[in-house]
C-alpha cells in the first residue's frame, strides 16, 4: 500500500493538479479567445478581470497584492496591455508619483467577453455539482489562497 493512501493532502494535490493541468492547457486558452479581435497572453487574464469586477483604476502594487507577484511581473504585463491599447496608466491624483492602471474601452470589452467565456466554460464544469459543494469547494480554495499569501 502506498504512504499516500488516505492522505487527503495528496488526494487535494492529485485533484488540484489536475485541474491546473486542465485549465491551463492551450487548447482551452484558444477556446477562450476565439471571438477577441486581439491576442491576450494567458498570464493578462486575471490582470484585465481584476480590473473589470474592480471596476476602478488600480496601481500596480494593488494588483501584484492580488495576483500574489512581484511588482516586476505586472510591469511586463501592463506594459504589453498598454501596447494592445487594452489598459492606460494616468497620474494617481493622491499621489502624484504613483500611476494607476485602467481598463480602455476596448479593454472593457475585452475583458468582459473572457470573463463571460470563463464563467461559461466554469458552468459547464460544475453543472452536476450540487451548489453546497461549490461553496464548500471555494471557501476552502479561498482559505488555501491567502494561507499561501502568508508564506
Not at 494617481?92 to 504613483?98: I, K, L, V
Not at 470589452?109 to 461553496?135: C, F, G, K, M, Y
Amino acid at each position: 500500500m502506498s504512504e499516500y493512501a488516505d492522505d487527503p493532502t495528496q488526494e487535494l494535490l492529485a485533484a488540484v493538479s489536475a485541474l491546473s493541468y486542465a485549465l491551463g492547457r492551450s487548447q482551452v486558452h484558444g477556446q477562450l479567445t476565439v471571438g477577441l479581435d486581439v491576442k491576450v497572453e494567458r498570464a493578462a487574464f486575471a490582470v484585465l478581470r481584476i480590473l473589470l469586477l474592480d471596476d476602478t483604476p488600480l496601481r500596480s502594487s494593488t494588483l501584484a497584492e492580488r495576483l500574489m507577484v512581484q511588482p516586476p511581473h505586472i510591469t511586463r504585463q501592463v506594459a504589453r496591455l498598454e501596447q494592445q491599447g487594452l489598459v492606460e496608466r494616468t497620474r494617481d491624483p493622491e499621489d502624484h508619483r504613483a500611476q494607476l492602471v485602467g481598463l480602455t474601452d476596448h479593454g472593457r470589452r475585452v475583458a468582459h467577453q473572457l470573463n463571460q467565456a470563463i464563467r461559461d466554460r466554469l458552468s459547464r464544469t460544475l453543472d452536476d455539482i450540487p451548489a453546497e459543494d461549490i461553496r464548500a469547494a471555494t471557501r476552502v480554495i479561498q482559505r488555501m489562497a491567502i494561507n499561501s499569501s502568508a508564506d
